[in-house]
């Protein structure tokens, strides 16, 4: 009975240095469908997300302050690995506020920010002439 039992001991220590590969991280964003522009990357949470023209322009982060009372950075923990859906193109990155807030995300080098009157998933009422919801690229098949 003994033997048996580090037989089973044995055989299940080899079997779970086998095991499946490590789960990837989570999706730092996701895709979403709007009614008015298609897909759009959204939040965790299905926020649309949006890029501000004069930070693409400047590739640095501008929306401080009260700015930031409706448009909210992105943020992510430093250490965390950022991923997109699988067949996006495009890089996630990251850029440190300078109010102190911590790391924000960026698409192709523009910060990120959701806006709080987008009420329904993947809705885009935050979008004006220098606000933008970001449309992702799809990844060449």
Do not use: F, N
Not at 122 to 128: D, N
């Amino acid at each position: 009975m003994r033997r048996l039992l580090t037989l089973l001991l044995a055989a299940a220590a080899v079997l779970s240095c086998l095991g499946a590969a490590p789960e990837p991280p989570p999706l730092t964003v996701m895709l979403g469908d709007s009614d008015t522009l298609g897909r759009v990357l959204t939040d965790l949470s299905g926020h649309t997300l949006y890029r501000y023209d004069p930070e693409t322009a400047a590739g640095a982060v501008v929306c401080l302050g009260p700015c930031t009372e409706t448009r909210h950075p992105l943020l992510t923990e430093p250490a965390a690995e950022l991923r997109l859906p699988p067949g996006i193109a495009g890089t996630l990155g990251r850029i440190t506020r300078p109010d102190g807030t911590g790391d924000q995300v960026t698409y192709d080098g523009s910060p990120l920010y959701t806006y709080t009157g987008d009420v329904q998933p993947a809705a885009t009422e935050g979008v004006t002439l220098d606000w933008h919801a970001v449309q992702p690229k799809d990844a060449a098949r």
